[in-house]
T-cell receptor, first 114, second 115 residues
Framework: GQNIDQPTEMTATEGAIVQINCTYQ??????LFWYQQHAGEAPTFLSY????GLEEKGRFSSFLSRSKGYSYLLLKELQMKDSASYLC???????????????FGRGTQLTVWP | SQTIHQWPATLVQPVGSPLSLECTVE??????LYWYRQAAGRGLQLLFY??????ISSEVPQNLSASRPQDRQFILSSKKLLLSDSGFYLC??????????????FGPGTRLTVL
């Protein structure tokens, strides 16, 4: 089966840096995604890693270590609008399928204080 | 550009009543389509996915069903709703690729409350 773990909640202050960790145990790994979900809204795509290393996109960066089954999302210069749930999702191919479905963690609720 | 629509946005239904949620995608062809449910305090649970018209795969056995009558239309149904069917239902699409990142793009969701 697939197992994805991330902290339930985190808090930080405006302007700070926060790192949200995600560990996974999966077979047929084929990429890791981070999504942002504001309360009552749909998730929106933030980043994708399939190779080891850091991917940077403005204030957001995502890191992957496949050997460790570990990823993190780094948010810099936090703003109030960054308060949201951050979902880690692993893409894995099952039973020889090319679909590569996503398995989601439960999300990390980030609260940014002024 | 691609857009994904879901309706209705919110729904309150009595236990035992039928359900039909609709999802349509515009601006792309041959997408993979997905139905997820997000219950309060829980992660996204994949319910169904489809790689083409009439092709539906079920991930979780339950009283829900899905259909794909047209390439860009995906419908979630139930004949008799249960209290446990309450949740936030999300439709998503992705480009059909054999390899590489195929991020999923989510619709606005339908919040279903079963009373």
């Amino acid at each position: 089966g697939q197992n994805i773990d991330q902290p339930t909640e985190m808090t930080a202050t405006e302007g700070a840096i926060v790192q949200i960790n995600c560990t996974y145990q999966t077979s047929g790994f084929n990429g890791l995604f981070w999504y942002q979900q504001h309360a009552g809204e749909a998730p929106t795509f933030l980043s994708y890693n399939v190779l080891d290393g850091l991917e940077e996109k403005g204030r957001f960066s995502s890191f992957l270590s496949r050997s460790k089954g570990y990823s993190y999302l780094l948010l810099k210069e936090l703003q109030m609008k960054d308060s949201a749930s951050y979902l880690c999702a692993v893409r894995a191919s099952d039973r020889g399928s090319t679909l590569g479905r996503l398995y989601f963690g439960r999300g990390t609720q980030l609260t940014v204080w002024p | 550009s691609q857009t994904i629509h879901q309706w209705p946005a919110t729904l309150v239904q009595p236990v035992g009543s039928p359900l039909s949620l609709e999802c349509t995608v515009e601006g792309t062809s041959n997408p993979n389509l997905y139905w997820y449910r997000q219950a309060a305090g829980r992660g996204l649970q994949l319910l169904f996915y489809s790689v083409g018209i009439g092709q539906i795969s079920s991930e979780v056995p339950q009283n829900l069903s899905a259909s794909r009558p047209q390439d860009r239309q995906f419908i979630l149904s139930s004949k008799k709703l249960l209290l446990s069917d309450s949740g936030f239902y999300l439709c998503a699409w992705s480009v059909r690729r054999l390899a590489g990142g195929n991020e999923q793009f989510f619709g606005p969701g339908t919040r279903l409350t079963v009373l």
